[in-house]
Every structure is written in C-alpha cells, then in structure tokens.
C-alpha cells in the first residue's frame, strides 16, 4: 500500500503514535521520561496542540491530541524528536537516528471512538503486564483522566467533559469505562489505522475527510467494525 500524504484538519484529534528505531530502547531512565515531557509540554504549547492522553512505554509513545492552528502536530513532533534525539545521544554517547521514520497518525471520529482512543492508550501498560492496573503506571494520563493528578500537559477534551458535571462525576464515570479491556476487534482496527495513516471511524465520517480534504484516509474495499463492544477481556 502506498503511503498516504498525511491529512491533519485543524480541530480534528489524533491519534499519534511514535515507536524506537528497529523497536529500539527511547527511554532508558524516568530522567528521560521528564525530558521528554517538558519538551512536549514546550513543543505543544508553541505549536497550539491540545493533549489529551498519553503514554510512555520503554520503546514507544502514544498521544491523543487535537491541532488548533494547521501543521501544529507535524510541527510539534518534528522540534520534539529533534530536541529529544541531541539529549538522548548525548546522553548516551550514541549517534544517529533514534526513531522509526516519521511519526504515524490517524484522524479520530470524535463521537463513538473518542474514549476508547482514550482507554486504547492508557491501557498499554496493562495490555504489556507492566502493571495490573493502569493507576500503577505512572507515565501515562490515566492518573490525571482518573485520578485527578494534575499536570500542565494535559487538555481536557470536551467528550470528557461531558462525561459529568463536576471534576467527581467525570473521574467516576471515566473509571468506569476501564472496567473491561478494549474488544479485540476494535484493538486491531485501532492499530492498523494509525500505522497504515488511516483515519478510524464509521463508513460517513470517511467520506467526510475525504470530501473535505481531496485525499484518501481509508483502505480500498475495507470494512470498519460497526458497533464498538466492552465485553472482550482479550487485549
């Protein structure tokens, strides 16, 4: 399949994901960790990102985000990865590349799979059996979405927003929703969307984009799934 030029209206969330060279170690220690969240926190404000939800992992990194200016997430991630790629080499007295291409993204329909993006995302470190809940895990949003951590990074979106009315309400009812695994159906389309630059949502959203912007965000000829399910412990 050849690759699709990459699609990013202003307003519409994604769903970014980064990944080591050869799946290669990105984060070595927390101090890494910190780095690269304050260059996030910098990049992102500059560049007039919204972040939703995030996660670190040793060899890769999630993000939920919605641009507010054009080419404010590919922006953003370049002046990111070049700003983490000096510390890391210099750190540890390599040189060369340090990620897997370019950065992966997939447009978001925001009503039906705003929230699972959200549960797909801080789930990671369950899914890896790091942790055994996703509050143990200490470098992902689900402290912040859940727990009321507070952090500069984060932007609440207005689909959690209206989980409830008050900061309660939201964390209990955003718990909830982590009560079950994402279905395996809906976790393989999560992942082959964003690696094959696809956006994910149902068959009318698609044809949205594609009218919107000219360019194609979907597979020839493939199917979506239809409903989104929470009952496949499997993930």
């Known amino acids: 399949m050849a690759r699709l030029i990459r699609v990013a209206p202003v307003g ?17 220690s927390e101090e ?3 780095a690269y969240v304050g260059w996030l926190k910098k ?6 990102v919204a972040i939703h939800a995030w996660v670190f992992m040793t060899n890769h990194v999630h993000l939920l985000c919605t641009p507010r200016r054009s080419g404010g997430i590919s922006k953003m991630m370049q002046s990111l990865g070049r700003s983490y790629v000096r510390y890391f080499n210099f750190t540890y007295k390599r040189s060369g590349t340090l990620w897997e291409g370019r950065y992966k993204a997939s447009l978001v329909q925001t009503e039906q799979y705003l929230l699972e993006l959200y549960r ?47 900061e309660e309400i939201r964390r209990s009812r955003y718990r909830d929703l982590f009560r079950a695994h994402v279905d395996f159906r809906l976790l393989e389309e999560i992942r082959h969307c964003v690696h094959r630059g696809l956006a994910i949502g149902h068959e009318r959203f698609i044809e ?22 929470h009952n496949n412990p499997k993930s």
């Open 12 to 28: 519409m969330p994604q769903h970014i994901i980064q990944r080591g060279n050869n799946r290669q170690v990105c984060f070595v």
């Open 32 to 34: 890494d960790m910190v």
């Open 43 to 48: 990049y992102s404000k500059e560049n007039e």
């Open 120 to 166: 797909y995302i801080e789930l990671n470190p369950v899914r890896a059996k790091m942790v055994l809940e996703p509050g143990d895990y200490t470098w992902s949003s689900y402290q912040c979405n859940a727990l009321g951590k507070q952090s500069e990074l984060l932007t609440a979106h207005e689909v959690y927003l209206a989980l409830g009315g008050n």
């Open 208 to 229: 949205q984009i594609e009218a919107l912007t000219g360019q194609r965000v979907s597979a020839n000829k493939r199917g979506r799934p239809k409903g989104v399910k």
